[in-house]
């Protein structure tokens, strides 16, 4: 009974520690993915979490990476116009996590980060190639953004009929495409800080012009605003001119006809004039023939000039006592 009961143990323990060592267990983290491989055959893709079989014997799991990472490329490339010069790139990928794509790529390319990479320097490498033969010196360094889209063009394009885009064949999703740095030669430096120096005097010439051009254009828009203003004020007088001497035409013409009506009033006018002028003490010599009435209502209106013209146009003698 008791070798029995030993060898049941025995049993027990045999099983218990062949399916402890033929159980697969595995922990997947973010940014990876488990492919089950029975047999050598893909069986699965484990997303992140916990894998566990027991009594799997012919069963492992193949951890890849399907984080975004990053590559450099540093090349020595010629320009369309027979320039060298060195460029650094940056490339970032990620693999692409599709169930059939992570077979296919654990199939032909396996899992290793290194492979991946050493097969993605060659098509950047060509890419590069490519794209400096489309771009003169000038070009690459003015507009990095289209030499970065050239790249990533014949990074995502298809060579030619019945051929897979690069990014196809390492089934990697193309995250971005930066051009780091493109350094030049000496001389051709020297040129572009020429070139720089005449642009920007360019740039304060132009300024300077626009400047006076402005300035100009100001003090001609000035001149004409003050002449605008000189001949709105100048038809003012003479507005006014005519305005007054019309009310004056009007007063005269009043008089004259209530003079006529009722000479009476006009001697009376006259006689008051001709106190106005013995009150300057002055003594007067009036030709007969003068229209005293006029003389006196010009020379009423206190106008110096008026009176001086009327003297002559009457001939009025005037002396002081």
Not at 100 to 114: F, I, P, Q, S, T
Not at 181 to 193: M, P, R, S, T
Not at 200 to 211: F, H, L
Not at 284 to 295: E, Q
């Amino acid at each position: 009974m008791q070798s029995r009961i030993v060898g049941i143990v025995a049993v027990v323990a045999i099983i218990l520690a062949l399916g402890a060592a033929t159980t697969r267990f595995a922990q997947i983290d973010e940014g990876t993915r488990g492919i089950i491989v029975t047999q050598g055959a893909v069986e699965g893709v484990q997303e992140p979490g916990m894998f566990f079989r027991a009594f799997a014997p012919f069963t492992k799991i193949a951890i890849v990476n399907v984080r975004r990472q990053s590559q450099l490329i540093k090349q020595n490339v010629a320009s369309s116009d027979k320039q060298l010069y060195d460029i650094e790139i940056q490339v970032d990928y990620s693999r692409k996590t599709a169930p059939d794509a992570l077979r296919e790529m654990y199939g032909r390319l396996g899992v290793n980060d290194e492979q991946l990479n050493t097969q993605l320097d060659g098509f950047i490498s060509e890419a590069l190639k490519a794209a400096s033969t489309q771009f003169t010196l000038d070009q690459a360094l003015s507009d990095r953004g289209a030499f970065s889209q050239r790249i990533r063009q014949y990074l995502t394009t298809s060579p030619g009929e019945n051929q897979v885009a690069p990014v196809d064949q390492l089934y990697i999703n193309l995250e971005a495409v930066k051009v780091i740095d493109i350094n030049v030669g000496e001389q051709y430096a020297k040129l572009l800080a020429e070139k720089a120096n005449l642009e920007v005097q360019i740039e304060t010439e132009t300024k300077r012009r626009q400047q006076i051009e402005a300035e100009q254009s100001n003090n001609l828009f000035r001149a004409e605003q003050e002449a605008k203003v000189a001949l709105t004020t100048e038809k003012g007088r003479t507005a006014a001119s005519l305005e007054a001497a019309s009310r004056e035409s009007q007063v005269r013409t009043v008089q004259g006809q209530s003079f006529r009506q009722n000479p009476e009033l006009l001697r009376l006018r006259e006689r008051e004039l001709m106190v106005e002028m013995l009150k300057s003490g002055n003594i007067w010599f009036i030709d007969p023939n003068t229209k005293l009435t006029l003389l006196l209502d010009k020379m009423a209106s206190d106008n110096p000039l008026v009176t001086n013209q009327i003297i002559k146009e009457t001939g009025v003698i005037t002396t002081t006592p």
